[in-house]
């Protein structure tokens, strides 16, 4: 082997390892803790069998490296105890994605995405995370008067 060769296999080799893939749920437990996650997360509901699932799989796998900041998962609704999982999300046709953070489904989508519909229901995701984040924010700052404005209102109806 050359220099060069040493240089590409190296290069290769630890570029694959900064590549993140989506995490596959295969137990019920798993999934109860990832979906509890205060990390944003995009979740795909799938079988083996399912043609439009097999299609849609490489884009999601890319997705999972381009938006890092999401944690991608997948569920085959064929392993035990998912199917449980499955039927209390009522999920009725695959694929299905969820989009979820801190336990809460923020929006979900059936069926077969081309990569430019993934991208868009994506960026959409971002911004109601973004919206969320804001409101806690302005609901924070909201609080914090009010508090005072009741201090004021005791200390007032004390003159009286």
Do not use: W
């Not at 077969?112 to 969320?132: D, V």
């Amino acid at each position: 082997m050359n220099f060069k060769s040493l240089v590409f296999s190296l290069v290769i080799g630890s570029s694959t390892l900064l590549l993140s893939n989506p995490t596959y749920l295969n137990s019920p437990e798993k999934y109860e803790s990832q979906f509890s996650s205060h990390k944003p997360t995009i979740t795909m509901y799938t079988s083996p069998s399912c043609g439009p699932c097999k299609q849609m799989k490489p884009d999601f796998y890319a997705a999972s490296n381009t938006f890092s900041d999401i944690t991608f998962c997948i569920v085959d609704i064929n392993k035990p105890g998912m199917n449980e999982i499955a039927r209390r999300l009522h999920i009725q046709s695959i694929p299905t994605l969820i989009f979820s953070c801190e336990g809460r489904i923020l929006s979900r989508t059936r069926g077969q995405l081309s990569k430019r519909e993934l991208e868009k229901e994506i960026a959409q995701f971002k911004t109601a995370l973004a919206g969320r984040s804001k409101d806690k924010k302005e609901t924070t700052k909201v609080g914090a008067p009010s508090a005072s404005l009741n201090k004021a209102q005791k200390h007032h109806s004390k003159r009286k």
